[in-house]
């Protein structure tokens, strides 16, 4: 299975991966249907969570029904569990939707809902981040998530975000982090696509950010501290949902 997993991985991009999974999901429901994990994302219960991973394969990783990752996991459930997202009427904004969250939130009654991106043909607006085409104090809450890694004046992008937030407004924008960095790795003379695999864990990633990404996000203006939520549950839910104890996710505030 994981030399399987590696092989699509590396050979058939995540957005196929994840289209093919719609037509397929009956079939992969009843073959990994089960009682050890559970999916908070789509409710069902599975007996087992895939490998993921370009390199090292993380273990029990990938939901096999709705292809979410451990962050999409944890991020849901503080969704659910700490804030009033599927309930109140909220204006929202998602850069570069994951289509799992694109496909129930655009269901969502209470939720105006614009998806955004400057490639993906899915989406609401073709829209590049550097320069969104959107009045300031547009939306209450703001998605963006595993996307300034790839752009190197991060900054700006984190900029137009601030920007078109309102004033009260909140939103969760992650990253891939370490956190035994303090001070971010970046370098953007590393053009080749191997040498960024080697250097930053994905070929087409600029840099691994460190613990100092709250400082790059505080000095755009957003309100923010480290939230490592997943810390929140215990072993055993930690295992059930596949969720990682070390993931920080990234919530933010406009004042």
Not at 142 to 148: D, G, K
Not at 184 to 211: N, S
Request: aromatic letters at 14%; charged letters at 30%.
């Amino acid at each position: 299975m994981k030399k399987l997993t590696k092989f699509l991985l590396n050979k058939i991009p995540r957005p196929m991966l994840i289209q093919m999974s719609v037509w397929a999901r009956p079939l992969i429901y009843q073959f990994f249907k089960g009682d050890q994990f559970f999916d908070p994302i789509d409710g069902r219960s599975y007996r087992k969570f895939l490998p993921y991973g370009y390199g090292k394969q993380r273990e029990n990783a990938l939901s096999p029904g709705t292809l979410s990752l451990e962050r999409h996991r944890q991020m849901w459930l503080y969704l659910q569990n700490e804030t009033d997202f599927f309930i109140k009427n909220s204006k929202v904004l998602h850069i570069a939707p994951e289509q799992e969250f694109l496909r129930k939130f655009k269901r969502m009654s209470n939720l105006n809902y614009i998806s955004a991106d400057l490639y993906s043909p899915i989406v609401d607006v073709k829209a590049d981040i550097l320069d969104l085409p959107f009045e300031n104090d547009t939306f209450d809450v703001i998605f963006c998530n595993h996307v300034l890694e790839h752009i190197e004046d991060d900054s700006k992008a984190m900029s137009e975000l601030y920007r078109v937030l309102k004033p009260g407004g909140w939103g969760i924008i992650q990253v891939p982090m370490k956190n035994s960095l303090e001070k971010t790795y970046e370098d953007f003379t590393i053009k080749d696509p191997k040498e960024r695999q080697k250097h930053f864990g994905q070929y087409d990633h600029v840099r691994w950010y460190g613990m100092d990404y709250f400082d790059r996000l505080r000095n755009v203006g957003f309100e923010t501290e480290p939230n490592f939520y997943s810390k929140q549950f215990s072993d055993a839910e930690i295992l059930k949902y596949g969720l990682n104890h070390n993931e920080i996710l990234p919530v933010v505030y406009k004042k």
